[in-house]
């Protein structure tokens, strides 16, 4: 059953040293909150997985919690390099960073599996491509009925799943609308979860018939983060802020801005800090 | 004439390849203001699909991400990324998918991983994200991409997606139904793939564009199709509409700060 | 594109005989009406795939459209038998019915890979049951990382799929909400299909930003059938009729009765039939 | 005392082993009498989740299908049967399955296929439906069924889902890690797998129930635990409650024609 405590609580009992943590949100939704709590409570050689490691991952492997990456996408949406994923690649700033890469299409169908308690997807995939001689988790089944290779792929069985949410209820329900990208099934598919919701309210109240929701009972930690997917979006509640993502390109380019910024605006900050950013845009959205 | 720069010749090259009964799986950038042009000018009834998982979306501005919320709003709905990568991807249900690159091969493969070695990468490079799939599952692949001769080379460092892999019947080979690039547009001119050997053929060159030119910022030795047309310039309605929607974007963007 | 059309010409375009036909709708939503255009126009040798054969079935299957059936449960649910079915099984009625046996979970993901594309589907199932010994299409995939034997079973690719749904706008979107069924992914799996509607609106209106949708593209024909789904229901229209599936127990029990049934209800009747049960029904809610 | 049926008691009895935490997957009939029978009275935070993809759902009478509007209209969520099936029961969600059918033998093992040959049935039953998933991905299995020689066989015509197999570690050698069936209630008694060998062993017998009347009602040797408690008789609020249910349910029905 769910639990709802502070961020600082929920991190400190979810996510230990070397853990594989999945934090999801495709654009939308995206846990920075909990990312930089992560940070600032100083996990250390945790393998990420997202599709698009983005921002919150730049910042991560920047401040040196990772060993290891699992993703798709690598890159700033609409703006161009992570300069800090970059750096560790290329690099090994802060230190060596291993990879294992994959395909959106892969990625969705490992949570998917993972989800379902299955060891594998299968799916049609990769062909022709350089992927499978990089990464050693590509490898193929024969439809027993038609003979064709498929792709398949280990599910995706995180440790700890984090994900923002914009509702959650007293029962530790959590409700999502919107983009959804895969944060269901992150949740699903870990051991142990986090969910960072925009409020917490008493009922739900009239909704679709169809609403996605993830049950109390599978949900490890609720913790209201008002403001904690800024600077991307929660819909109905504020838009992406996009120059944030533009100025990023300038502050993460080089190591110095970069710890500069995240010793002012993370290390010295706590999640309360979010809920300007959640109240400002609110109002400017009025 | 009116007045116009590469890029706008580009973008609206590519809008013009579209049609009212496509459904086209648009990517940031370039296809998305192509695709967007399309459906604000000739083809009001194109269905755009984002891969953040909505469908049949009309956006009045264009979104710095694949998943703004702008895009969801004025969509006809959004699914889950699962849903969207297996029931609308790999089920066969968009007929044009939109690509670019790093680096294009004349088979119109595309690397978007990394430029010098995968394991001591010159520059690392985001990676495949949807490609790999839209390359096999979309009917057919439009690329779009400024020329040059560090993107446009002899062979890739990385094969993040496939268009015609060795030419001839390689691709067909794999096991693959669906077309795989039948256009590439450019800053320069229009390539399509040869009828028997697939390597990409310049069939239209843009106003004031000559061969050398292009040769210059190719890194294989370009060939030509029997008839080469020269591209229509951009009219003055494409070019209002293209402008208008760059306008209302960054003003919105301007204004979300 | 769809096409909006009367009941009478869609079944007319859409369903020949000797197609594989799935007419789907998990207690709610289920095309009866659709079933008796197809009984009216005479359709033979058809293979019937359906989670749940139902009333539906039991009516095709009597009246003789039907050469094979697959399915996962054959029964009247929270009554009994489905006795035309049982008779075309036991005694070969009104001709020899051959069967393709599942479970529910096998069906659900061959629909599920049907609408994804796959040749195949593979599951953790039928372990240590007789299935596979009675159906040839059960069989197994090693999953290259961990070894384990998974259920595999071909993906449903139907010729043509048959769902109702509340409501379709004038582009042939069609919305659906509440029990969701498998409808959405037989319509994807089908090479063709036709949706029976409540209404025909001008727009949907406000809605979930993830309501259920299948968007006129992927929709072959749309009819609009108000009370099409008679006796089950259609959320937020009418309810189950539960009475009606208690009586076809004694209607169905023996051949006359049945035939007798069909000629009156089905034969001598059109589709608009439906619309009394709607009208009736949704005034008893009010 | 107050007067009750057999039923009643294998109603009541199945609902005492439902606790506030299970979250159970439900049948219609008994099953479903008895797990809002527990919801209703001792365990008001029971999960029930139906096959037809009703999440967390609180109906105030008992649905006569799987998928009534009632259970929709009071669920959390609902979602679809292919994820139903995945995420939730093959995701390993579940903690309890309700299971009968037409036959069993002394391992829980269950026919609800064929009486008689496969290919020449003397009667054709409904099928597996949702049962041979169930019976492995569900975290222990209750199976309530009324004793009969027909039902209780020897051998089962046809092994729909799976209890303990053929005993021992049977069950665990298909490599399966769920408990299976860990409790059979029946009119007569309560079963649960005997520790080494996994044949269903009567634990409690219903009051007024003699040993000689459950041998009849069986088509094996009835082996009984060492120490076999009489079941405790429906209490005055238990039969009140299920009483009420069932009131309500009818009145419904009869409104609802």
New interface residues.
């Given amino acids: 059953?769910a639990r709802i405590l502070s961020l600082a609580e929920a991190v400190k009992e979810a996510v230990c040293d070397g853990d594989t943590v999945a934090m999801e949100g495709?654009?939308?939704l995206i846990p920075h909150a909990a990312g930089h709590e992560i940070i600032r409570q100083g996990r250390k050689h945790l393998t990420l997985i997202r599709?698009?490691p983005d921002l919150i991952y730049d910042q991560l492997i920047g401040m040196g919690c990772a060993d290891k990456l699992v993703?798709?996408?690598?890159?700033n949406?609409?703006?161009g390099?992570?300069h800090r994923?970059?750096d560790a690649?290329?690099n090994g700033w802060p230190h060596k960073l291993a990879i294992e890469?994959?395909?959106?299409?892969a990625m969705?169908?490992a949570?998917?599996a993972g989800?379902?308690?299955?060891?594998?997807a299968?799916?049609?995939?990769?062909?022709?491509?350089?992927?499978h001689?990089?990464n050693p988790?590509i490898?193929?089944?024969?439809?027993?009925?038609?003979g064709?290779?498929?792709a398949?792929i280990?599910a995706h069985r995180p440790d700890v799943a984090v994900i923002h949410a914009q509702r959650a209820d007293k029962a530790g329900?959590v409700m999502l609308?919107?983009?959804?990208?895969?944060q269901?099934?992150a949740v699903?598919a870990a051991k142990r979860s986090i969910v960072t919701v925009e409020e917490i309210v008493d009922d739900f109240g009239p909704?679709?018939?169809?609403?996605?929701?993830l049950?109390g009972?599978?949900v490890g930690y609720v913790a209201e983060v008002p403001g904690g997917a800024f600077p991307s979006?929660a819909?109905g509640y504020y838009?992406?802020?996009?120059?944030f993502?533009k100025e990023w390109d300038a502050v993460s380019r080089e190591r110095d801005s970069f710890l500069a910024w995240m010793k002012t605006n993370v290390l010295e900050k706590g999640p309360e800090a979010f809920a300007a950013h959640a109240r400002k845009l609110r109002a400017?959205a009025e | 004439m009116t007045d116009y720069k590469p890029n706008e010749m580009m973008t609206i090259a590519a809008a013009r390849a579209l049609g009212n009964d496509d459904v086209c799986f648009v990517g940031i950038g370039m296809p998305s203001a192509a695709a967007n042009l399309a459906r604000l000018s000739h083809a009001p009834g194109v269905t755009l699909i984002y891969e953040s998982g909505t469908l049949a979306t009309k956006p009045t501005v264009l979104p710095l991400s694949i998943g703004d919320g702008e895009l969801c709003e004025t969509a006809l709905t959004t699914v889950a990324v699962p849903e969207m990568f297996r029931y609308w991807l790999q089920g066969g249900r968009i007929s044009i998918g939109f690509l670019g690159g790093a680096q294009i091969d004349k088979y119109a493969n595309l690397n978007t991983t990394v430029v010098g070695p995968y394991d001591k990468p010159k520059v690392r490079l985001p990676g495949g994200g949807g490609a790999p799939e839209i390359a096999t599952s979309c009917g057919e692949i439009f690329i779009i991409m400024a020329q040059g001769k560090r993107s446009f080379v002899e062979k890739l460092d990385f094969v993040t997606s496939i268009g015609h892999v060795q030419g001839g019947d390689s691709r067909a080979k794999l096991g693959i139904k669906t077309k795989g690039p039948t256009r590439l547009i450019t800053d320069l001119a229009l390539f399509e793939p040869d009828p028997q050997t697939k390597e990409m053929t310049v069939v239209s060159i843009h106003p004031g564009v000559t061969r050398e030119q292009i040769q210059d910022n190719t890194g294989w030795q370009v060939r030509y199709a029997a008839k080469v047309a020269q591209t229509l310039p951009p009219t003055v309605r494409e070019l209002e509409v293209l402008r208008d929607l760059h306008a209302r974007t960054a003003r919105v963007q301007g204004e979300a700060a």
């Fill in positions: 059953m495709f654009t939308h599709m698009t993703f798709s996408w690598g890159g949406p609409g703006v390099s992570l994923f970059r690649v290329e890469e994959h395909s959106h299409a969705a169908n949570y998917e989800a379902a308690g299955l060891p594998c299968i799916f049609r995939g990769y062909r022709g491509t350089d992927f001689k990089v988790n490898r193929s089944v024969k439809c027993p009925f038609t064709e290779e498929l398949a280990p329900n609308e919107g983009v959804l990208g895969v269901k099934e699903l909704r679709s018939l169809n609403a996605v929701i049950p009972w599978t979006y819909q838009p992406r802020n996009n120059n993502y400017a």
